[in-house]
């Protein structure tokens, strides 16, 4: 009898889905060995931490090239995605939407333990798209329940580059329900303007942008399911109409509004990363604008400047720098508006420090209108 996992796998594998892994790495006949001395480099840990938050590191590499670990460990389980309980059956890296950011240098070797425990239905992995190689390493890194492998690659390219779940068959169910996030590889000597003159962030958020697909019952309410298997066959339908549910940063609606909105100070440079593992985006700081921004997130582009909105294509991540000038509680959307005002893809930033009425004052307050 076929378990679960089998027969789901059966209905997986069509033929759109062979036709889409032509690509897919076999093993090499032959293969030249890494850089003699890349075993010698010195190595990091790094414990990655949640987003919108970012584990502490170097903007300016203060040594040479490094191996940095990092450890991903898949998390199936049903997560509330808005404010009226209703439950995805999510499939996420280390428990959250979207998965941790990495940051290393250009130069670095990203050296990747992906563990997927037996308590798990399925087989995940992880396509970089900052990688060289085939599939991204989806295919080096495939675990199935009870299994672990380790991936590392060369990071030779700077930018903000999305990472997801690819498993032949199922690859848009794993993006769409949870399983990406970025990486950033950062130039050995930090960000340049357009001049090439140095700049630095004070803090950085990274906001992951997720569009969700909940099936309906007959009533129209959403669908709950008991279990990850349970929910393919309807999620996979709602998905194949490309209407989302939810449109949310973070896995959630609110998850980075009111008590959970970001926070910072006039005067400081903040560093936002927003990723779109699956469908294109249009970032805008309501009351501010993008200094700086890497559009399309690779740092040896020149960075464009003064943008109001900007765009990430899906399957992307971009990079905006914005020094905040005035206090207030800023709304960062998605600027399709019914995407941030209805289906959730709104984070509010809370700026404090003093007003600058140079840049911005009340000539007069609302009153009746006046008789000329
Ligand atoms: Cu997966």
Redesign the pocket.
């Known amino acids: 009898m076929l378990t679960r996992r089998e027969a789901l796998l059966g209905t997986m594998t069509g033929a759109a889905t062979a036709a889409f892994l032509t690509a897919a790495a076999t093993t090499p006949a032959s293969a030249r060995e890494p850089a003699a001395n890349v075993n010698d480099l010195p190595r990091e840990r790094v414990n990655l931490v949640a987003p919108p938050f970012v584990h502490a590191h170097e903007q300016i590499a203060s040594g040479g090239p490094r191996i940095v670990e990092f450890q991903l460990t898949?998390k199936e389980q049903p997560m509330v995605i808005d404010g009226d309980g209703t439950t995805m059956q999510a499939?996420t890296y280390n428990g959250s939407i979207p998965a941790p950011m990495m940051v290393v240098h250009e130069g670095d070797y990203v050296e990747l333990t992906l563990i997927n425990p037996e308590t798990n239905e399925?087989p995940?992995?992880v396509d970089f798209h900052a990688a060289t190689g085939a599939l991204g390493g989806a295919r080096l890194t495939e675990v199935n329940p009870g299994e672990q492998a380790t991936l590392r690659f060369k990071a030779t390219r700077a930018g903000t580059f999305v990472y997801h779940?690819a498993?032949a068959g199922m690859i848009p169910w794993?993006v769409v329900t949870g399983?990406s996030g970025t990486i950033m590889v950062l130039p050995r000597e930090g960000l340049k303007d357009e001049n090439g003159k140095p700049l630095k962030y004070d803090r950085i958020f990274y906001i992951g942008e997720n569009e969700f697909y909940i099936p309906r019952d007959e009533a129209g309410k959403f669908k709950n399911f008991a279990s990850l298997g349970e929910s393919y066959d309807e999620t996979l339908k709602a998905m194949r109409g490309l209407i989302p549910t939810h449109v949310v940063f973070n896995g959630k609606v609110g998850a980075l509004t009111g008590d959970n909105a970001l926070k910072a100070n006039v005067g400081e440079t903040v560093l936002f990363v927003h990723s779109q593992a699956n469908r294109d985006t249009r970032p805008h700081l309501i009351g501010g604008h993008g200094d700086h921004v890497w559009e399309l997130g690779k740092f040896h582009n020149p960075p464009a400047k003064d943008l109001e909105t900007w765009f990430v294509r899906g399957g992307s991540a971009g990079a905006a720098l914005y020094t905040f000038r005035q206090p207030g509680i800023y709304a960062y959307v998605n600027h399709n508006l019914i995407e941030a005002a209805e289906l959730g893809a709104t984070a509010h930033v809370m700026v404090e420090g003093e007003w600058d009425n140079d840049l911005m004052t009340q000539v007069s307050a609302p009153a009746p209108i006046a008789s000329y």
């Open positions: 898949v499939m399925m995940h992995n779940c498993p794993h399983m």
